[in-house]
């Protein structure tokens, strides 16, 4: 059986203390090794989520635990060499000159010995593709570019949940196939739980697994297999199902396409 990387109990979080809840009652669990997708309409609560992890907010109501350590003021230091996260924004995320001072630097806040820097450094680069950079100055990267060197710089820590907030939101076309691809290689590895969150219901298609907001509450939990026979379902909820979902349904419902038979 999978080991429990992240547990929710019962999560109820509010900004302010008589402000309107914006998670009522959440409780999941994320496993060794998967990749999960959170995907809701802006405002359904993903980011909140998101920094309840890796201890940027804490919980008024119910429990959090990473990898069986509870979230709270005294384990925020050890909650956050488990958990890497990368934002929308890819020039927020620099802090270095070069691409490798910029992976080195999360290391050196961390305390990571020297020779294991510059082992974790090349091999996180490698396994996002870009190695060949690791002298550029950052300023010099495409968006999708800097958002592989901001998951390598996670990687360089060895976390065992990566997750991505919105990554390839602020992205060309382009951009986001790089990230997609570049997750679906690093998650290849099952070296660690990664978590994918997204408006986008596009980026669910990989995941194992999707969690569905909806106004701060679970909506439905499921494998994208079954989120996408709830088009309709999903579009009450603000969530724009893509055309070639729905092409996919009219060309069966024509007969011209069958279910599980992909089209050559
Ligand atoms: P999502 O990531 O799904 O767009 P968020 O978690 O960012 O949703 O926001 C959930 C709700 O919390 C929204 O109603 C949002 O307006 C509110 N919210 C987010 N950040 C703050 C904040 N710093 N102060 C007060 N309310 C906030």
Redesign the pocket.
């Known amino acids: 059986m999978r080991r429990k990387i992240i547990e929710f109990r019962e999560v109820s979080f509010r900004?302010?203390d008589e402000?309107p809840w914006?998670l009522k009652n959440c409780s999941f669990e994320i496993y060794e090794n998967e990749w999960v997708a959170i995907i809701?309409h802006?405002?359904?609560?993903?980011?909140?989520?998101a920094k309840l992890m890796n201890g940027l907010l804490f919980p008024q109501e119910g429990e959090i635990y990473i990898n069986g350590e509870q979230v709270n003021q005294e384990s925020i230091w050890d909650i956050r060499k488990e958990v890497g996260m990368v934002f929308q924004n890819p020039d927020n995320q620099f802090v270095g000159t070069t691409v490798q001072d910029d992976v080195a630097f999360g290391m050196e806040n961390r305390g990571f010995p020297r020779e294991v820097m510059v082992k974790q450094i090349e091999d996180s680069l490698q396994a996002v593709g870009m190695h060949a950079y690791r002298q550029t100055e950052p300023h010099r990267l495409s968006g999708g570019q800097k958002q592989r060197v901001a998951i390598a710089s996670v990687l360089a820590i060895a976390p065992k949940v990566l997750i991505l907030d919105e990554a390839t939101a602020m992205l060309d076309p382009k951009g986001r196939t790089e990230i997609m691809n570049t997750v679906s290689k690093v998650q290849e590895n099952k070296k660690l739980s990664l978590i994918t969150i997204t408006h986008d219901l596009r980026e669910v298609v990989q995941a194992e697994r999707v969690i569905v907001?909806n106004a701060?509450v679970i909506w439905d939990e499921a494998t994208p297999r079954e989120i996408f026979t709830k088009k309709d379902e999903l579009r009450k909820i603000g969530l724009d199902v893509p055309f070639v979902a729905i092409l996919a349904d009219e060309l069966v419902q024509a007969g011209i396409a069958i279910h599980d038979e992909p089209l050559n």
Request: proline share 0%.
């Open positions: 900004y302010e402000g914006v809701g802006n405002g359904s609560g993903k980011s909140t989520i907001m701060g």
